[in-house]
């Protein structure tokens, strides 16, 4: 399924395309951090500006299918760790977009240096993402307590996930 | 001892003090993970421009015994939790200071609004600073496999710690 999508770096003209899908998914707020009424511009710094790469994945049809970026996770001795964030538009799920970006941005990452990833904030009830990272080869390393607010749930716990990327 | 630190709000006439005890701390590469050769302006940034708070430490003679920033460690969702950093001067190790300055940030956070406390990157081999947070309740929640880079000692293990603050 997935390796119909093609997935290749962003492009400011994506944008039109992709701050909806973006929009969609932190308005639902049960999965990022992002407050569901970040704005625009907000939103574009934090997934296109502040990276080190964004890229997108494109259905057959040309249509972005997802997103994701890629950034080293802390400064100078944390910086050989990366931390990545997704994105699957909604008509898109089910396609196997998510795992074609992971295995995707853990490629670019090696290329790019990085010995490891780190995602910071998994929210505990996203069991379809957490069974998704672990299947990748991510492990839970943490669990913060209650440290995500859930716009339905309250506060959950949140994972922390590490995967040592083979370099 | 620490009873003799008086705690305040970081002033920007403070910097030519605090900015040699940061320039110290981080140039050692043992306990931050900013850059050893990080310049003044990206210290001054990090430290006092993007958190949303700063103190200071002053001995009784007046001088700058040590520092803390205070900001929450992410947006939004996950906004309610916030991390601290906290720097001694050299000479005035092992008089309390910095379970002062935790002590007092931890009171900081709560009038803020701030549910929860955490450390994101302790370096596994910074026994001092595990043994003191916890001594003052953090608990560590995760570990990061050699994500910390010790110069010193090469890759270690970074710890997460965490403490819910009594709200």
New interface residues.
């Given amino acids: 399924m997935h390796r119909e999508a093609a997935i290749r770096p962003y492009r400011e003209t994506d944008w039109p395309a992709v701050w909806p899908v973006l929009r969609a998914t932190f308005e639902a ?1 049960d999965t ?5 009424d ?1 704005t625009e511009a907000e939103i574009h710094r ?1 997934w296109v500006e502040l990276p080190a790469a964004t890229c997108v994945a494109c259905a057959a049809d040309g249509r972005i299918a997802g997103t994701y970026y890629l950034k080293a996770n ?8 990366c931390n990545c964030g997704y994105v699957v538009a909604p008509a898109a799920q089910g396609q196997g977009i998510a795992t074609a970006m992971c295995e995707h941005s853990q490629q670019e990452a090696v290329a790019m240096g990085f ?2 990833m ?1 995602f ?2 998994v929210a505990s009830s996203n069991e379809r993402a957490v069974r998704l990272w672990k299947h990748l080869g991510f492990a839970v ?11 339905r749930l309250g ?1 959950v716990d ?1 994972l ?1 996930m ?1 995967k ?1 990327l083979a370099t």
């Fill in positions: 707020g990022y951090a992002f407050a569901p970040s934090a802390q400064p100078g001795l944390g910086s050989h760790v010995r490891a780190q910071n904030l390393v943490g669990t913060l307590p209650r440290a995500f607010r859930h716009q506060f949140a922390v590490f040592e």
